[in-house]
Structure formats: structure tokens, C-alpha cells
């Protein structure tokens, strides 16, 4: 079945510096690819969802890269803040199932 | 719009007993989702709904785990008996037809 690595599963940097976090999905049927946040002792919250359609996604703070042909999604984050600490999963779907298949997670630490 | 909730936040059970997990997904949702999630296995699929019949039953959960959809509104997840290692925080999410999930606070479970 499809199997999502995700990496790095820790990840540390400095206050105002990027943050790269990077998976890799073997389903080429996959359509649908989400980045969800969990802060510590709260449930995950979705950071952002993209469609196959589209590679390059932006949010408040980061942006998002689908590349189809690698079947590799990233989250970029620039100018890292505090609030940013957390950890982060990306889940995929294919498109005719509703269950996601997330990553193992990567714990984002930023240092002041 | 009343986010998906769970009850209790926090549950403390004896090997062998019987506990109940509660959710109600987000008004209108039509897929409900059980998940477990601990720091080694990371988040685990353990049941899947979608109006209320059961699309999928984490394989390995089987045995002593039951979700329920007693209506689209409400769900269980009963783990009979309990066991050490099933001490975790169960994640409830539900989405509309197959589109971004959305979680719940989760239960932390602990079994001494």
C-alpha cells in the first residue's frame, strides 16, 4: 500500500531562519496532500491542503511544493518564528478513498 | 460551527477493564475517522466511517478495539479489554466526502 516518509523527524533552527520539511509518497495515484501542525498537548490542526493540480501553494509564512514526477511534497517555512515550534505531518490521499496515510512527523524546534 | 469533540479529555483504566471513547464529528461531515497516535508509532488508522458504514478496520486493531457510528452524529470506540499498551491519545477527525480531516482534542488514555 502507500507508504509516506517524512523527514527530518527533528529539526532545529535559529529565529528568523527557513525551515525545510520534506515527504515522499509511492502511490502515483495520490491527488489530494495535506500539511497539518500539531502544537504540544493539542490536537493537529491543518496548516494546508493541495490539490495535484496545483505545485506551488503559499500560506501565511511558508509555502507548499508538489513535485508530481519525484512524488515529493515540501513545506517551506521562511523567517521562523516561535509559534512556528511544533510538530508538523503531511497526510496523503488517493482520489477515490477517503482515508489519509500521513508521515511519521517532524518536530520543529526554533531556537531564539 | 461546532468543532468535532471528544469526551472524556482524559481517561485512566485498569488492565483488563472496558472503556468508551466518545465523538461527534462536525455538523454535516459524512466520514468519521478513528486514529491512535503515539510517539513510536506515530498517528495509526484504527476505523473508518463514511455514513456510518464501515469502510475500514485498522487490521491490526481488531481484536479488542470496536467503533460504532450509532448515527451521523455520534460515535464510540470501545476497547475491550484494555491493556498497558494501549495507553495513547485517540484522535477522532471527520471530513466532508473525503476532503481535509478535522480532528478533535483526543483522548489521552493511560492503562496501569
Known amino acids: 500500500g502507500e507508504q509516506v516518509e517524512q523527514r527530518p523527524p527533528h529539526l532545529s533552527v535559529r529565529e528568523g531562519d527557513s525551515a525545510v520539511i520534506t515527504c515522499t509518497y509511492t502511490?502515483?495515484?495520490?491527488?489530494?496532500f495535506f500539511w497539518y501542525k500539531q502544537e504540544p498537548g493539542a490536537s493537529l490542526q491543518l496548516l494546508m491542503k493541495?490539490?495535484?493540480?496545483?505545485e506551488i501553494n503559499e500560506g501565511q509564512g511558508f509555502t507548499v511544493l508538489l513535485n508530481k514526477k519525484d512524488k515529493r511534497l515540501s513545506l517551506n517555512l521562511t523567517a521562523a518564528h516561535p509559534g512556528d515550534s511544533a510538530a508538523y505531518f503531511c497526510?496523503?490521499?488517493?482520489?477515490?478513498?477517503?482515508?489519509?496515510?500521513f508521515g511519521q512527523g517532524t518536530k520543529l524546534s526554533i531556537k531564539p | 460551527d461546532a468543532g468535532v469533540t471528544q469526551t472524556p479529555r482524559h481517561e485512566v483504566a485498569e488492565k483488563g477493564q472496558t472503556i468508551i471513547l466518545k465523538c461527534e464529528p462536525v455538523?454535516?461531515?459524512?466520514?468519521l475517522f478513528w486514529y491512535r497516535q503515539t510517539k513510536i508509532q506515530g498517528l495509526e488508522l484504527l476505523s473508518y466511517?463514511?455514513?456510518?458504514?464501515?469502510?475500514?478496520d485498522g487490521g491490526a486493531f481488531k481484536d479488542r478495539f470496536k467503533a460504532e457510528m450509532l448515527n451521523s452524529s455520534f460515535s464510540t470506540l470501545k476497547i475491550q479489554p484494555t491493556e498497558p499498551k494501549d495507553s495513547a491519545v485517540y484522535l477522532c477527525?471527520?471530513?466532508?466526502?473525503?476532503?481535509?480531516?478535522?480532528f478533535g482534542p483526543g483522548t489521552r488514555l493511560t492503562v496501569l
Open positions: 455538523s454535516g461531515h459524512n466520514d
Open positions: 497526510a496523503v490521499r488517493r482520489y477515490n478513498q477517503g482515508k489519509l496515510i
Open positions: 466511517f463514511r455514513s456510518k458504514s464501515l469502510m475500514e
Open positions: 477527525a471527520s471530513s466532508l466526502l473525503g476532503y481535509e480531516q478535522y
Open positions: 502511490d502515483p495515484n495520490s491527488y489530494y
Open positions: 493541495v490539490f495535484s493540480s496545483t
